[in-house]
Every structure is written in structure tokens, then in C-alpha cells.
């Protein structure tokens, strides 16, 4: 399974910015899909994450300013951005939980991209 992800860069704090990640190469059906993010010196956390069934699970620091978009015919997901502060800093990473034929979930990352906002 591959992911790709793209929309990193470089914001003002108060601007918005939008993140979309594509998944390929799956056999069987993709479960979860969202994005976790990684500042410099912390462990990667939960940003947002969308399940099959349109259930939504944020962070609380997010909830009102990001928010998850999903379309499962393109295997995409989109995390935008709004009212991006300086500790949105970090590495962003597109995640996705597949099935495989055993019945296993498995989870995958993308190659990371960075989100860096400016005071």
C-alpha cells in the first residue's frame, strides 16, 4: 500500500492550509484514513481520522478549525485547515488501516509532509 500525501508548506498563523493523501495499491477493502502529526521533540499524535462510516475522530486542540474530508472512490483523504497557530507545527503523516485477506487490519504511514506556521 502506497500514500502519497502533498499540501505541506509554509503559513501565517490565522491562515489556512489543505492536506490530501491518495492510497494505491491496496488488494482488499481500506478501513480508517486520517492524518497524525509530529513536532520536533514530542511523540506523533492523532490530528483527525475518518472511519468507512463517516465517524469522525479528532483532536481535542483541532476540533472547530480542521477538519477531515474523505472520498472513498479515490481512496483520498483531506485534512483543512483553518486558523493554523504555531503548534500545528510538524510533520504531518497520512495514515490508512487496510484489510488484508487473513482478516488482519494493517496499518500504513506516508512518507510524511511538513507544516510549518509562522507568528
Known amino acids: 500500500v502506497q500514500l502519497q500525501a502533498s499540501g505541506g508548506g509554509t503559513v501565517q498563523a490565522g491562515g489556512s492550509l489543505r492536506l490530501s493523501c491518495t492510497a494505491s495499491?491496496?488488494?482488499?477493502?481500506?478501513?480508517?484514513m486520517g492524518w497524525y502529526r509530529q513536532a520536533p521533540g514530542k511523540q506523533r499524535e492523532l490530528v483527525a481520522t475518518?472511519?468507512?462510516?463517516?465517524?469522525?475522530t479528532y483532536k481535542d486542540a483541532v476540533k472547530g478549525r480542521f477538519t477531515i474530508h474523505r472520498d472513498n472512490a479515490k481512496n483520498m483523504i483531506v485534512l483543512q485547515m483553518h486558523s493554523v497557530q504555531p503548534e500545528d507545527t510538524g510533520v504531518y503523516y497520512c495514515?490508512?488501516?487496510?484489510?488484508?485477506?487473513?482478516?488482519?487490519?494493517?496499518?500504513?504511514w506516508g512518507q510524511g509532509t511538513k507544516v510549518t506556521v509562522s507568528s
Open positions: 495514515y490508512t488501516g487496510v484489510w488484508d485477506r487473513s482478516g488482519t487490519l494493517r496499518n500504513y
Open positions: 495499491g491496496h488488494e482488499f477493502r481500506i478501513d480508517r
Open positions: 475518518m472511519g468507512n462510516d463517516g465517524s469522525t
